[in-house]
């Protein structure tokens, strides 16, 4: 099954070339392979060499190797990272080769470089459908674990034993889900019982993981879908509560009705690439009373936010940065809401925040109010901020680049130095009159 090279990315063949001509073992691996078989664009080329990561050091100059419990080795091309990681087996059977009891020892992988044969890093991995490797050369797809059967009736089946699997990594978990609502697939029947068996070990995970795993699922263009197979596993529940709470049967039916809204208009927004702040506006912001975006309606806006807000960023362990500045996101809607009235807009449009408050606007105004008002308020919001940009263009740098005249350059001290010098003259002056050599023994 040939892949077009056209579709493959240049700098990754690079790699791959320079790997083989070293009498090294190389293909493209993983969520690439998937992705050019669904017929879909690859976020990113990564690549499976059996070269270590010294190795693959030595070979390339613009390369560095990141990573403790994963070693592997980044390959620059400018602002693109080639991911290049050398085969692995699976640490959990070496230990049992060694002796270790398979129900006595903790399943858990906490450190992942034992290194192998490409048959062992394909049955390693999480879910057959990025299990398969693409040889370039050979134009030729390998598949070691039923990935290819698996892609064509669309199902997510992890690699082996889903008890075992998601018992050796909780988080995925909440990578099974990402790739059922992103791709629109079914999960198979006994990695669905395992999700529900061993959910409860997800918070054996470092909080950082869990939590970009959750920015990932509402990020990848299926966030509505993501959350309704959180909600349907009880997975949600478990990771945070005072949302599934708001979110359940017996919550808050009209923010309920308006997180679906917004996060339907998230994923077509897909494209805008939303930072961790907008996520959990997304998340929290449907649930606020109206008053977030009426200056008319008086309220404690600021306690709200607290007794909203607060609770489901602490669950999260979102960073303090990501949650200020979602509160600052929030603050700014009702000025942005200019029924009412404006106070310093230009002054609004300058803020750092600014444009991600905006999106945020969009998505919640579209949810709360007429979304064909809330475009037009939208776009008057972005024409201040062009005349704002244009209007920080210095006069003198525009004339430089227009007719490449320099700015004259202000003599040090201005005003304030060249009077205070004639008046130190004058006063010389004043105490020499009558001298022969009126200023000769200062100047010396």
């Not at 034992?114 to 299990?131: H, I, L, Q, W």
């Not at 949600?236 to 308006?258: A, C, F, H, I, K």
């Not at 945020?360 to 776009?379: N, R, S, T, Y």
Request: aromatic content about 6%.
């Amino acid at each position: 099954m040939p892949i077009s090279r056209e579709l493959i990315d240049p700098d990754a063949q690079k790699v791959i070339r320079r790997l083989v001509r070293y009498n090294h073992q190389a293909y493209l691996v993983g969520g690439c392979v998937r992705d050019l078989l669904l017929g879909r664009t690859p976020k990113d080329f990564d690549v499976a060499t059996s070269a270590t990561p010294p190795e693959i050091k030595d070979l390339f100059r613009n390369c560095r190797i990141i990573g403790r419990r994963f070693r592997l080795a980044h390959v620059f091309f400018g602002s693109k990272i080639i991911e290049t990681s050398t085969f692995r087996s699976n640490p959990r059977e070496v230990e049992q080769e060694e002796g270790g009891d398979a129900e006595t020892t903790d399943l858990l992988i906490r450190r992942d470089n034992v290194f192998g044969s490409a048959e062992e890093d394909a049955r390693r991995r999480d879910f057959t459908m990025n299990g398969l490797f693409y040889d370039v050369d050979a134009e030729q797809v390998i598949d070691y674990v039923g990935g290819l059967a698996d892609l064509e009736t669309r199902t997510v089946r992890t690699i082996g034993d889903p008890d075992i699997r998601f018992r050796e990594d909780p988080v995925r978990i909440l990578r099974a889900i990402k790739f059922a609502a992103r791709l629109s697939f079914q999960i198979e029947p006994a990695t669905y019982q395992a999700i529900l068996t061993h959910k409860g070990e997800i918070p054996k995970c470092a909080a950082p993981r869990v939590l970009e795993e959750i920015y990932r699922l509402l990020r990848g263009g299926a966030a509505r879908r993501s959350l309704e197979l959180l909600l349907e596993t009880g997975v949600l529940e478990l990771l945070v509560p005072e949302l599934s709470t708001l979110v359940g049967q017996e919550g808050d039916p009209e923010g309920q009705e308006r997180l679906w809204r917004v996060l339907g208009r998230l994923d077509v927004a897909e494209a805008s690439s939303p930072s961790n702040a907008v996520l959990l506006c997304a998340l929290v912001g449907p649930f606020l009373h109206p008053g977030v975006m009426d200056d008319a309606v008086r309220m404690d806006l600021n306690a709200h936010l607290d007794e909203r807000l607060r609770p489901i960023l602490q669950r999260m362990r979102a960073s303090r940065r990501d949650g200020e500045r979602a509160r600052q996101i929030l603050l700014t809607l009702r000025r942005l809401w200019s029924g009412r009235r404006r106070r310093r807009p230009m002054a609004l449009v300058r803020r750092d925040h600014f444009d991600e408050a905006l999106q945020v606007f969009d998505l919640l105004g579209g949810a709360m109010m007429d979304p064909f008002v809330i475009q037009e308020e939208v776009e008057k919001w972005r024409r201040l901020q062009q005349e704002a940009e244009r209007s920080e263009r210095p006069d003198a740098a525009v004339a430089a680049v227009e007719g490449d005249v320099r700015p004259r350059r202000r003599r040090r001290g201005g005003r304030r130095h060249r009077a205070r010098g004639s008046s130190a003259a004058a006063a010389d002056t004043s105490e020499s009159a009558g001298s022969e050599e009126p200023l000769a023994a200062k100047a010396d």
